[in-house]
């Protein structure tokens, strides 16, 4: 077995685009249909095999995360906490979360990016066993303006990545999850600030690109992807995740299952975990697939 790879869930940023709901909040606690926001990103690390994961929130907010999540215990997995003084650029996880990744690989998941595919679990264990190289994923959207693009020559072969592009090359965006070796963290050391001031993300997918190091995998129309950092993407991705729910009647998404289904945790401890929130409809549809099992 290779070395087991960690995870980070960053959950910063200001969330001006979400004012005034984040005037006291900030937007990763805010409710998609019936459940925390941060609750998804954090599913999906741990879909990928995930148990070791630092969340990383500004000192004002990672109280009420810790409150909320705990260190991880009730879902068979480790959380630890880091404080982001100011948002300087998604990059900056890596350097805030130097000692935790130390020379393991890592995966970065952003705190507003929810996805849904019944083969997730698959695509992300597949992205964590890749060894030695960076994996982000494809997107195709419609506005490739407000994205990270991928350029590809007429081979299908990726040949460049822009930050939100005036002039986009494709409309393949590269959403926010990203795999990556434990270079990563001086691959972030070495680039400089955006024009905008921040450490970005393209910045380091760039570098690896440059070193034959980036491995892309395109996501097809049966992949779900939502970027909630707007109120309409929020209103937008609740009523698909109830959608969803109420079609295949079982939840998504939620840390109780994906720790039942991953071996994180056993029958008795999942039922001790749904009886927590067992008066509300999130702990009733739980407790029911130990009914249905």
């Given amino acids: 077995m290779g070395v087991r790879r960690k995870g980070i869930l960053l959950a910063g940023g200001s969330g001006i685009r979400l004012g005034p709901l984040t005037s006291v909040t900030c937007k990763q606690l805010l409710p998609v249909y019936d459940r925390p926001m941060v609750y998804y990103p954090l599913s999906t690390l741990m879909q990928a095999g995930i148990q070791d994961i630092l969340l990383i929130s500004s000192p004002e907010y990672l109280p009420q995360f810790q409150k909320l999540l705990g260190d991880g215990s009730q879902w068979g997995i480790a959380l630890s906490y880091c404080e982001q003084a100011s948002p300087?650029?998604?990059?900056?996880?890596?350097?805030?979360?130097?000692?935790?990744?130390?020379?393991?690989?890592?995966?970065?998941?952003?705190?507003d990016n929810i996805?849904?595919?019944?083969?997730?679990?698959?695509?992300?264990?597949?992205?964590?066993?890749?060894?030695?190289?960076?994996?982000?994923?494809?997107?195709?959207?419609?506005?490739?303006?407000?994205?990270?693009?991928?350029?590809?020559?007429?081979?299908?072969?990726?040949?460049?990545?822009?930050?939100?592009?005036?002039?986009?090359k494709s409309h393949w965006a590269v959403p926010g999850l990203y795999f990556y070796d434990a270079d990563v963290v001086q691959i972030a050391k070495n680039i400089c600030p955006s024009p905008r001031g921040e450490l970005e993300i393209t910045d380091v997918n760039r570098a690896y690109l440059d070193q034959g190091?980036?491995?892309?995998?395109?996501?097809?129309?049966?992949?779900?992807?939502?970027?909630?950092?707007?109120?309409?993407?929020?209103?937008?991705?609740?009523?698909?995740?109830?959608?969803?729910?109420?079609?295949?009647?079982?939840?998504?998404?939620?840390?109780?299952?994906?720790?039942l289904s991953m071996g994180y945790m056993d029958r008795t401890q999942f039922r001790a975990a749904c009886e927590k929130v067992a008066k509300s409809s999130y702990g009733r549809s739980l407790l029911m697939l130990l009914e249905d099992a």
């Fill in 88 to 111: 300087d650029g998604i990059a900056q996880a890596f350097l805030l979360g130097e000692k935790f990744i130390g020379d393991t690989p890592v995966a970065l998941a952003l705190g």
């Fill in 213 to 259: 190091r980036l491995t892309v995998a395109f996501l097809d129309a049966s992949t779900a992807w939502f970027d909630s950092g707007t109120a309409d993407a929020l209103l937008e991705t609740s009523m698909f995740v109830k959608a969803v729910e109420e079609r295949i009647g079982q939840k998504i998404s939620c840390p109780e299952e994906i720790a």
């Fill in 115 to 168: 996805f849904y595919s019944s083969e997730l679990s698959q695509l992300l264990q597949n992205a964590s066993a890749v060894t030695g190289k960076a994996t982000v994923f494809g997107y195709r959207v419609a506005n490739p303006s407000a994205f990270g693009i991928l350029e590809m020559d007429a081979a299908g072969t990726v040949t460049s990545i822009e930050e939100k592009p005036q002039n986009p």
